[in-house]
C-alpha cells in the first residue's frame, strides 16, 4: 500500500508537466461550455424558484456548476490555454418571471445529472493525466449525488421517473427461434427489459426537451428562432408517440408530460444564444442516447424505428449550428493544426 501511494504521488507531480491530451482537451472545453450555461440556468431558477426544498437542491447544483468552471478555467489558466468566453451574465435576465415550475426544475437538474454520468465517463475513461482524471473522478461524484438527491426530491413530490416494472421470471430459458428478432414476427414478441429500460428513458430524455423547446419558442427574439425551437418541440414529441406506443401496447405505463409546467412567461430569462447552444446540447444528448438504445434493441422493428429519427434529429442540429454561425455564436472547439493553411502562410510560399 506504501508502494503504491509513493507511486501515485511521483505521478501526480511529475503528469502535470505531460500536454493535454486532444481527448482531454474535448471534454474539458465541452464541460467548461456546458457548466457555465447550466450555472445560468440555474441562477435563474434561484430567482424565481418558490419551495423552499426545491431551492435548496437547485443551489447545491448551481455550486457545483460553478466550481467545474473555476477548475477548468485554472487548468487552462496553468496550460497557457485561453479560457473559452462561455455563457455568464450577459446570457441572463435578472428580472424575468418564472419560464418553468418548480417541479419543472427538479426534474431538469436531476435529467441533465443523468446525462452527465454518460458524459463524464467518458471523459474519466478517455483521460490519461493524474490531474484530469482526479478532476473528472470528482464530477462524477458530483453527477451521481445530484442525480441520487434529485430522485428522491421527485419522490417526495409525487413523481416518479423509473422505468415499469415487468414479473419477474420463474426459469432461466434460452431463444428458441430466430423469430425472437425478425423484424416481421419478432415484433409481436413482449419487450425485453433492456428494451423497456431504453424506451422509458427516451421518453424521459424528450419529455425534458419538448418542455424546453416549448418554454424557448414562447421567449426567443426572433420569428426564425421561435419557429427552430417549435420544430424542436414537434420532433420531441413524435418521439415521445413513438416509443410509448410500444410501452402502451404491453399495457406499460409511459412516462407523464411537462408541458403544463411550462409558464405562459412570453419575457425571456436566457440570451437567444445561450438557448439556441441549449438546443444544440440537447441534440447532441438525443443522438447518443439514440446510439446507446439502438445497440440494445433486439427487435428490428424497434432498431428501424430509432434509425428513422437519427437523419431527421441531424439535420435538425445542423440547422441549428448554421444558425448559431450566422449569429456569431458558435464559439470554435479546440482543433489540429491546420497544416496546409500554414504552408500556404509560409514566406516561401509562390502563389502563382
Given amino acids: 500500500m506504501k508502494k503504491d501511494s509513493i507511486l501515485k504521488e511521483e505521478i501526480e507531480e511529475h503528469q502535470p508537466n505531460k500536454q493535454l491530451t486532444s481527448a482531454e482537451l474535448a471534454d474539458l472545453f465541452s464541460n467548461f461550455m456546458g457548466d457555465s450555461m447550466f450555472s445560468c440556468v440555474f441562477e435563474h431558477y434561484l430567482q424565481v424558484v418558490q419551495d423552499d426544498e426545491v431551492k435548496d437542491f437547485v443551489e447545491f447544483a448551481l455550486a457545483r456548476s460553478r466550481r467545474h468552471v473555476q477548475e477548468i478555467g485554472n487548468i487552462f489558466k496553468t496550460e497557457n490555454i485561453p479560457v473559452p468566453v462561455g455563457f455568464g451574465e450577459q446570457d441572463i435576465r435578472k428580472d424575468a418571471p418564472r419560464l418553468f415550475s418548480d417541479l419543472f426544475m427538479v426534474f431538469y437538474i436531476t435529467q441533465m445529472a443523468s446525462a452527465s454520468l454518460l458524459l463524464y465517463g467518458s471523459a474519466f475513461s478517455n483521460a490519461t493525466r493524474q490531474d484530469i482524471i482526479n478532476y473528472f473522478r470528482s464530477t462524477l461524484n458530483d453527477s451521481i449525488e445530484t442525480y441520487e438527491r434529485g ?18 421470471p420463474n426459469k432461466v430459458d434460452f431463444v428458441e427461434k430466430k423469430s425472437f428478432i425478425s423484424i416481421l414476427t419478432g415484433r409481436d414478441r413482449p419487450l425485453t427489459a433492456n428494451e423497456i429500460k431504453h424506451l422509458h428513458y427516451n421518453i424521459n430524455t424528450n419529455i425534458l426537451g419538448k418542455s424546453l423547446m416549448l418554454g424557448f419558442s414562447q421567449v426567443a427574439s426572433s420569428e426564425k428562432i421561435r419557429k427552430y425551437f417549435r420544430d424542436g418541440a414537434v420532433l420531441a414529441d413524435k418521439q415521445i408517440k413513438s416509443f410509448a406506443d410500444h410501452l402502451l401496447k404491453q399495457d ?38 439514440m446510439g446507446t438504445a439502438l445497440s440494445q434493441m433486439m427487435r428490428h422493428d424497434l432498431a428501424a424505428e430509432l434509425m428513422k429519427f437519427l437523419p431527421v434529429i441531424g439535420k435538425y442540429n445542423n440547422d441549428g449550428l448554421n444558425m448559431m454561425i450566422e449569429h456569431g455564436w458558435f464559439e470554435e472547439p479546440f482543433t489540429a493544426t491546420d497544416r496546409k493553411e500554414l504552408s500556404k502562410s509560409s514566406p516561401g510560399f509562390n502563389k502563382n
Fill in 151 to 168: 430522485r428522491h426530491l421527485l419522490l417526495s413530490k409525487g413523481m416518479d421517473i423509473s422505468s415499469p416494472t415487468i414479473p419477474y
Fill in 252 to 289: 406499460l405505463p409511459s412516462p407523464k408530460l411537462m408541458d403544463d409546467h411550462v409558464t405562459d412567461s412570453t419575457t425571456s430569462p436566457f440570451s437567444d444564444k445561450l438557448m439556441m447552444y441549449h438546443g444544440s446540447l440537447a441534440g447532441n444528448v438525443a443522438l447518443t442516447n
